[in-house]
């Protein structure tokens, strides 16, 4: 149980698009999911919490505007990342929370590689 | 401001001995604190969950343990296989399930 994917794993884009990442957890209705961003060689540094059905709450410096999360439902949330840069460029990470005694544990997707030239 | 420091970026050993990892933090009071496995390029694996009344948890060959006091956690791999090769990651508790990480120690573990 507990398995959270993430789609796609590997994009590669042109400055200045868009690009949307989904998040699902497979077998467990996920209260919160959490999005997450990873440089190489660093730690993950949580972008935004979202609750289903509710805005996100965004970490500070995270500009809610370029990067826009959907949680439409307890399986499922998007982070958009919007007109992307390179800098940009990183991999994402989601989590979701709420499964049935483990409600501490945050279960991770796969990730994505967000290329951005 | 809360700082958690994971040691040495790098732990390389012998297959069949332990890997210890350290885990300290200032200026946290976490109620939990979690340990996660993360190989390359994919997306962290929680592997155990230990609460601040707890000293110690065991999962097979993985022990960890909580020293409130000193703010520091210990985990251990016993008898480390080439398969344990990854980066280990501690994680602490913030406010509304939100978990604050460190950077990751990565172990090596040579046949």
């Known amino acids: 149980g507990a398995v959270v994917s993430q789609h796609p794993s590997r994009v590669i884009c042109k400055s200045g698009t868009s690009v949307k990442i989904e998040c699902r957890s497979l077998?467990?209705?996920?209260?919160?999911m959490f999005w997450y961003r990873q440089f190489p060689k660093q730690s993950l540094m949580l972008m935004a919490t979202?609750?289903?059905?509710?805005?996100?709450?965004?970490e500070q410096g995270v500009e809610k505007d370029k990067f826009l999360i959907n949680h439409a439902s307890l399986t499922l949330s998007t982070l958009t990342v919007t007109s992307a840069h390179p800098e940009d460029s990183s991999f994402y990470i989601c989590?979701?929370?709420?499964?049935?005694?483990?409600?501490?544990?945050?279960?991770f997707g796969p990730g994505t590689r967000l290329t951005v030239l | 401001s809360q700082k958690i420091e994971q040691n040495s970026e790098a732990l390389n050993i012998q297959e069949g001995k332990t890997a210890t990892l350290t885990c300290n933090y200032t200026?946290?009071?976490?109620?939990?604190l979690q340990w996660y496995r993360q190989d390359p390029g994919r997306g962290p694996v929680f592997l155990l969950l230990i609460r601040e009344n707890e000293k110690e948890k065991r999962k097979e060959r993985l022990k960890v343990t909580f020293d409130t006091t000193l703010k520091q956690s210990l985990f251990h791999i016993t008898a480390s296989q080439p398969a344990d090769s990854a980066t280990y990651l501690c994680?602490?508790?913030?406010?509304?399930?939100?978990?604050?990480f460190g950077a990751g120690t990565t172990v090596t573990v040579r046949a």
């Open positions: 994680a602490l508790d913030l406010d509304d399930y939100k978990l604050s």
């Open positions: 077998d467990f209705q996920a209260t919160t």
């Open positions: 989590s979701a929370s709420g499964l049935a005694g483990y409600t501490d544990t945050q279960y």
């Open positions: 200026n946290y009071s976490p109620a939990y």
């Open positions: 979202s609750n289903e059905g509710s805005k996100a709450t965004y």
